[in-house]
């Protein structure tokens, strides 16, 4: 019996210790809130929302609906990326990572169209991602 708790408990600390990294991980500075292939800005564009009036107004978006608290408001930013009009499906537009420095938040953006070839939709879209950044630093976004 004692030979199966030793080995049982071991196990049980580095499992534990394994989630506590995990949690630290740069994906806790932002969330994606929401990816979309159709429905943004007719023009590319990034805009950073910051005063609580900006970011009220997205709770306005059925994607995202319930998904911004109060606190949410006062302790993070919000980053929206349109990717403009685009003559077929197949389009995406997100986060390629992000980085944060002493004095703030670096975004690489992530664009990506459909190879020739591919199989898409034939009507014009307007990709757009919405995403919450968990800091008030100033972004820089590329």
Do not use: W
Request: proline share 6%; glycine share 8%.
């Amino acid at each position: 019996m004692k030979k199966l708790i030793f080995p049982a408990l071991a196990a049980l600390m580095l499992y534990s210790c394994g989630a506590k990294q995990a949690a630290t991980n740069n994906n806790s500075l932002y969330e994606v809130l929401t990816e979309q292939p159709d429905g943004g800005g007719n023009i590319r564009f990034f805009e950073i929302l910051s005063k609580p009036e900006e970011i009220n107004m997205l709770k306005g978006d059925p994607h995202i609906k319930g998904k911004i608290k109060d606190e949410d408001v006062k302790n993070s930013n919000f980053l929206v990326m349109n990717m403009g009009e685009k003559s077929t499906g197949g389009y995406s537009i997100g986060v390629q990572s992000m980085e944060e420095t002493d004095d703030k938040i670096i975004i690489t953006v992530k664009e990506t169209e459909p190879k020739p070839g591919d199989m898409v939709t034939q009507n014009i879209t307007y990709p757009y991602c919405i995403v919450k950044i968990n800091s008030k630093k100033p972004i820089d976004v590329k």
